[in-house]
């Protein structure tokens, strides 16, 4: 069964910093890849998606995330973080793009001033 | 842009009554999915909802669970007798038909948030 692992439930950053969330999916074949973020009271917003093709993949919001099929990885980066950034951020896998998704249990971003 | 919208945004109820959410997907989009997220846990699968069918569900979506597309715009999610487990914030995301049959990635709604006393 496929799963995913967020091992960062909270991150504190200084605006302007650079970040990078974790993620780790377990699953048999090429998995579909995605990041959504959740501001408080918002649903899921989609930032980005990995299919197949270059694993450094580009989202909205100055987000990036690469993909390692060695490490099992998808982790999300951006290179300066803004206080409007903080928010929940959950990594997901599926089987295809339309698949159920099985999300990671969240890291919860925190920007200081 | 087009987005998905949910009514109501929160929902209290008595254990044992019936409830139901709406939703509204995005005009164009033909695949539905319910999702929930119990507070302090991850956002879990129930089902998603194809051509007026059920294309899957999971081990949650029990007898107590039924989703419906009532008319050429809504999505339902109904609960028949709610337990005080039920209370979640629950998200519905709607999807795309591509090209050779192919799906987009999902869209989610804002949730609504149900709480079971």
């Known amino acids: 069964a496929q799963s995913v692992t967020q091992p960062d439930i909270h991150i504190t950053v200084s605006e302007g910093a650079s970040l990078e969330l974790r993620c780790n999916y377990s699953?048999?074949?090429?998995?579909?890849l995605f990041w959504y973020v959740q501001s408080p009271g918002q649903g899921l917003q989609l930032l980005l998606k990995?299919?197949?093709?270059?694993?450094l993949v580009q989202g909205i919001k100055g987000f990036e995330a690469e993909f390692k099929r060695s490490q099992s990885s998808f982790n999300l980066r951006k290179p300066s973080v803004h206080w409007s950034d903080a928010a929940e951020y959950f990594c997901?896998?599926?089987?295809?793009?339309?698949?159920?998704?099985?999300f990671g249990t969240g890291t919860r971003l925190a920007v200081r001033p | 842009e087009p987005e998905v919208t949910q009514t109501p945004s929160h929902q209290v109820t008595q254990m044992g009554q019936e409830v139901i959410l709406r939703c509204v997907p995005i005009?164009?989009?033909?695949?539905f999915y319910w999702y929930r997220q119990i507070l302090g846990q991850k956002v879990e699968f129930l089902v998603s909802?194809?051509?007026?069918?059920?294309?899957?569900k999971s081990e949650i979506f029990d007898d107590q669970f039924s989703v419906e597309r009532p008319d050429g715009s809504n999505f339902t999610l109904k609960i028949r007798s709610t337990k005080l487990e039920d209370s979640a914030m629950y998200f519905c995301?709607?999807?795309?038909?591509?090209?050779?049959?192919?799906?987009?990635?999902?869209?989610f709604g804002p949730g609504t948030r149900l709480t079971v006393t």
């Open positions: 909802f194809y051509n007026n069918e059920i294309s899957e």
């Open positions: 995301a709607s999807s795309e038909v591509l090209q050779g049959a192919r799906l987009s990635e999902q869209y």
């Open positions: 990995y299919f197949s093709g270059d694993t």
């Open positions: 699953y048999g074949a090429t998995p579909y």
């Open positions: 997901a896998v599926g089987k295809s793009s339309g698949d159920k998704l099985t």
């Open positions: 005009s164009n989009h033909l695949y």
